[in-house]
């Protein structure tokens, strides 16, 4: 494009995309925004993948994100578009993932009318995303996609929504050009401050440091590893954060949220200094803000966040430092002045290993015994997506993630993330072993995307946990009301046969012995595999619940 090139808004659209670094973009169309499409036709820098849900869609842009380090883009219509895709821009925003979602809206004129399919998307969005925008000129399009993709890389990463007029994105403008590509800012920490961090890690008995969050990424990950080993300092995952350092690390301690390994949570209680870096310290890091109180009496607690705004907006930090994950892992590698060595990073480490060692159970198909399976024969660098339930439990506590980005989870706690992230990685990662996790009810709100995979050619593992039930709600429902099951129970279709109309290969599994011998078989080939797995009820959790244990407890 040059500057005295005449092109309708949604031509321009794209070219501030390309000029961006988008290399790709999700979407389920929409007439909304033809004009966008049209331009993506004339456009081979940019591959245009076609979802069949737009809650699927914008899943895809958030793993992307994620992966990148740059804004998923996501595209869809209006009204019951733009509502399916909310989902991903709640994710985006709990997980810290840059992301853009744009929205095809009605024609300038028609607005406030309560036209067809009209929703004030400003008002909608605001609340679950860092800005929501309409651009209404379209001579205003490159300050607004800098704008957004600057705001949605900055501080804390996250979405930003923009809505696109009909009629606006076929506008003509001319002399208009693309800005420049915008890059993260990069803020380096204070030297007095990293210099107060290591006066108070000297002085530390008992140090715990907890992971991984916004902006973090493979340099800050190789820094953080480097000066924590040199310390011998324990490191513990945030929640769904587990491939923060590698677990081959020898100062991994494990990963805080749901069933964590008592014992790692018993060492961050007798913690002196808790060092948080790029973690929010969120509610299921922290079990509902007890494990580490916001107040942390007894504790000193240093805060280490790219965004101003999170240091100390829930959590009290006897230090806070403002910094980019990598300058500030960077710094802290690069430190001169000795800090003794603990002996409790190699400590924890064991705890760690003991802990993720999967002991053989009595079941017939026994969900930790699967994921000995899957470490014996799948690469340690696979990248295993999961929504959300309780079926994911077996991998936080027993698989070792290795590689970088190697974990697609959902800390909203959002089911349905699994298919649609493995979707995004297997097109973002061809050479690598993608795996996507879901329970019975899980894959069922996003399993159309399997159409998405196979349309696109995309080599990837799915394991289907089919215990006929919402298992984490379940499970609570036992606890709180005993044998009183009331809509948890889920009839299920052939999942397997399920796939194989999709076009992927699949196989019914109801036994430890069928498992390896399926996944040996999944692993030879390529394109669409799942296995689905047909467990029992009463295996209800990686932690051990089961429903004859919570209502034995229940009659005391």
Same mark, same amino acid.
């Not at 606890?479 to 196989?507: C, I, K």
């Given at each position: ?8 808004? &949604?031509? /321009? ?19 909304? +925004? ?18 069949? #849900? ?58 406030? =009318?309560? &036209?067809?399919?009209? @929703? ?66 990069? #803020? ?27 902006? $973090? ?31 081959? *690390? ?13 014992? /790692? ?9 808790? /060092? @948080?870096?790029?973690?929010? /310290? ?16 007894? #504790? ?27 300058? +500030? ?25 003991? $802990? ?14 699967? @994921? ?14 999961? &929504? ?6 077996? $991998? ?27 979707? %995004? ?17 899980? +894959?069922?709100?996003?399993? #159309? ?24 709600? =379940? ?8 044998? =009183? ?16 109309? +999709? ?14 011998? %399926? ?21 209800? *959790? ?15």
């Amino acid at each position: 494009m040059t500057d005295s090139q005449t092109v309708n808004g &949604g031509r /321009l659209l794209v070219d501030c995309l390309i000029e961006q670094g988008c290399d790709r973009i999700f979407t389920v169309p929409g007439e909304s +925004f033809l004009a966008v499409l049209d331009a993506l036709h004339d456009s081979p820098e940019v591959q245009t993948v076609v979802c069949r #849900q737009e809650g699927g869609a914008a899943f895809m842009a958030c793993a992307d994100g994620t992966m990148t380090g740059r804004p998923g883009v996501c595209f869809v219509t209006r009204g019951p578009g733009a509502t399916n895709a909310s989902i991903g821009v709640h994710v985006a925003m709990q997980d810290s993932q840059p992301m853009i979602l744009f929205i095809g809206d009605v024609d300038r004129a028609m607005r406030d =009318r309560e &036209g067809f399919q009209e @929703v004030d998307f400003q008002a909608m969005f605001a609340p679950l995303c860092k800005w929501a925008a309409r651009i209404d000129d379209a001579a205003r399009i490159p300050e607004y996609v800098a704008r957004a993709w600057a705001t949605a890389l900055a501080g804390r990463p996250g979405p930003v929504v923009l809505a696109l007029p009909e009629d606006m994105l076929l506008d003509q403008v001319s002399g208009i050009m693309p800005r420049p590509a915008i890059h993260r800012p990069a #803020q380096v920490p204070c030297p007095d401050a990293m210099g107060t961090l290591m006066d108070l890690l000297a002085d530390a008995a008992a140090p715990v440091a907890i992971v991984g969050g916004a902006g $973090w990424h493979a340099k800050a990950r190789e820094h953080f590893t480097e000066f924590a080993e040199r310390i011998g300092l324990p490191v513990a995952g945030a929640f769904r954060r587990q491939d923060a350092i590698a677990n081959s *690390s020898p100062v991994w301690a494990g990963n805080l949220g749901y069933g964590p390994n008592p014992k /790692l949570v018993e060492r961050i209680k007798l913690a002196d200094l808790v /060092l @948080v870096v790029g973690a929010r /310290l969120g509610e299921a890091t922290t079990d509902g803000y007890t494990l580490i109180t916001p107040d942390h009496p007894g #504790q000193t607690l240093i805060h280490v966040h790219p965004d101003p705004e999170e240091l100390g907006r829930v959590y009290r930090p006897d230090l806070a430092i403002c910094a980019d994950m990598t300058e +500030f892992a960077e710094a802290a590698a690069l430190w001169d002045d000795d800090v003794v060595p603990f002996d409790a990073g190699e400590e924890a480490h064991l705890e760690w290993l003991e $802990w993720s060692t999967p002991r053989p159970g009595a079941y017939a198909l026994d969900m930790a015994s699967c @994921v000995a399976a899957m470490r014996d024969l799948l690469p340690d660098d696979s990248i295993i997506c999961n &929504g959300a339930g309780n079926f994911s439990g077996w $991998w936080h506590r027993f698989w070792h993630y290795n590689g970088f980005p190697c974990q697609l989870a959902p800390t909203a706690g959002a089911m349905g993330y699994g298919v649609p992230a493995a979707v %995004a990685a297997a097109l973002r990662h061809p050479e690598r072993t993608v795996v996507a996790l879901a329970g019975d009810g899980d +894959f069922l709100m996003n399993g #159309q995307e399997l159409a998405t995979a196979v349309q696109h050619g995309c080599d990837l593992i799915v394991m289907l946990v089919d215990n006929g039930a919402y298992g984490t709600i =379940r499970m609570h429902q036992e606890r709180e009301f005993p044998e =009183r099951v009331s809509a948890t129970t889920l009839a299920n279709p052939d999942f397997a046969a399920l796939a194989r109309a +999709f076009g992927g290969w699949a196989q019914r599994v109801e036994t430890t012995a069928e498992f390896t011998a %399926a996944l040996t078989e999944a692993k030879e080939r390529g394109g669409l595999r799942l296995l689905h797995l047909v467990i029992e009820l009463e295996q209800l *959790s990686a932690a051990g619940a089961t429903v004859s244990g919570l209502r034995a407890r229940a009659r005391g």
